[in-house]
């Protein structure tokens, strides 16, 4: 089985600050990593594909960067909106599951 | 661009079955997987798994074996998760959404279906 982890799982932030959350796979998962930003009530939204690919319509505030095993979502300029849960999820076809990691909840310091 | 419109809330009672649906529209229906995503009260996301319409494959989370079935309608451009035996721990938001295939992610998701189970 192919397991997702998230550090931290809560961040205090203040709004400019730069945020980093990190996320680790069990196995090599070839960069197939996604980023989700999540709001009470709503759907998850994409922000990252392919480990670093900023989804269209994202701010260029967030990036991604990682290979292999670990792979970071920072945040530069934290923006009131910004404040939200974060979640990975590795979908590479050669594991037969695509499990998300735990979540980061991003709150006002 | 593609909306995914899922079905109405359901109440069920433990050991029944329920079907949630996600209609698309705005797109080409066999150009998507569509993977069921699911979140309860307070928790996280949980992959419940995908159907490719074009290939007319499936795959679960060993959790949902034999409990969950995917399917989709190209005559009608809907997609369907049913789950059987269900038990109060089903309860949750149950979510659809779209990807077009490597390397993208989901990007279009619906806007959720709750299931609630209790007796």
């Known amino acids: 089985d192919i397991q997702m982890t998230q550090s931290p799982s809560t961040l205090s932030a203040s709004v400019g600050d730069r945020v980093i959350i990190t996320c680790r796979a069990s196995?090599?998962?070839?960069?197939?990593l996604a980023w989700f930003q999540q709001k009470p009530g709503k759907p998850p939204r994409l922000l990252i594909y392919?480990?670093?690919s900023l989804e269209r319509g994202v701010p260029s505030r967030f990036s991604g960067s990682g290979s292999g095993t670990e792979f970071t979502l920072t945040i530069d300029r934290l923006q009131p909106d910004d404040f939200a849960t974060y979640y990975c999820?590795?979908?590479?076809?050669?594991?037969?599951?695509?499990?998300f990691g735990p979540g980061t909840k991003v709150d006002a310091k | 661009q593609v909306q995914l419109v899922q079905s109405g809330a359901e109440v069920k009672k433990p050991g029944s079955s329920v079907k949630v649906s996600c209609e698309a529209s705005?797109?080409?229906?066999?150009?998507?997987?569509f993977t069921w995503v699911r979140q309860a009260p307070g928790q996280g996301l949980e992959w419940m798994g995908r159907?490719?319409?074009?290939?007319?494959?499936?795959n679960y989370a060993r959790k949902f074996q034999g409990r969950v079935t995917m399917t989709a309608d190209k005559s009608t451009n809907t997609a369907y998760m049913e789950l059987t035996d269900l038990k109060s721990e089903d309860t949750a938001v149950y979510y659809c959404?779209?990807?077009?295939?490597?390397?993208?992610?989901?990007?279009?998701w619906g806007q959720g279906t709750t299931v609630s189970v209790s007796s």
């Open positions: 705005g797109g080409a229906f066999n150009s998507n997987t």
């Open positions: 999820q590795q979908y590479n076809n050669d594991f037969p599951e695509f499990p």
């Open positions: 959404a779209r990807d077009v295939g490597l390397p993208y992610g989901l990007d279009v």
């Open positions: 392919r480990a670093s």
């Open positions: 159907i490719i319409p074009l290939l007319k494959k499936s």
């Open positions: 196995h090599n998962i070839n960069n197939y």
